[in-house]
Nanobody, 115 residues
Framework: QVQLVESGGGLVQAGGSLRLSCSAS????????MGWFRQAPGKKRELVAR???????NYADSVKGRFTISRDNAKNTVYLQMNSLKPEDAAVYYC?????????WGQGTQVTVSS
């Protein structure tokens, strides 16, 4: 069983930055595709960014050029650097991982962006 624990959320002003971290237990982290999702009140959960085990990345159009996903396999950690934050980025952000599907999920971390 893999456990994912997010950290780094908080309150930031529009235009500011935050870095989210997701720490994973287990020895198979490096084999997983990892992703960051978010869900705002009344909206569906959406994929924000994804990074494969080989380091390939994909981003939602709404965050391209502002967010960067990265991973450190030695630390079993995936990051989401969020710059130029907008009020519409406010949501609960979830870390997820798995081989072909996102089998494992964290509890989420709140990101609040004030205008």
């Amino acid at each position: 069983q893999v456990q994912l624990v997010e950290s780094g959320g908080g309150l930031v002003q529009a235009g500011g930055s935050l870095r989210l971290s997701c720490s994973a237990s287990g020895r198979t982290f490096s084999s997983y595709t990892m992703g960051w999702f978010r869900q705002a009140p009344g909206k569906k959960r959406e994929l924000v960014a994804r990074i494969t085990n080989s380091g390939s990345t994909n981003y939602a159009d709404s965050v391209k050029g502002r967010f960067t996903i990265s991973r450190d396999n030695a630390k079993n950690t995936v990051y989401l650097q969020m710059n130029s934050l907008k009020p519409e980025d406010a949501a609960v952000y979830y870390c997820a991982g798995g081989y072909n599907v996102f089998d494992y999920w964290g509890q989420g971390t709140q990101v609040t962006v004030s205008s």
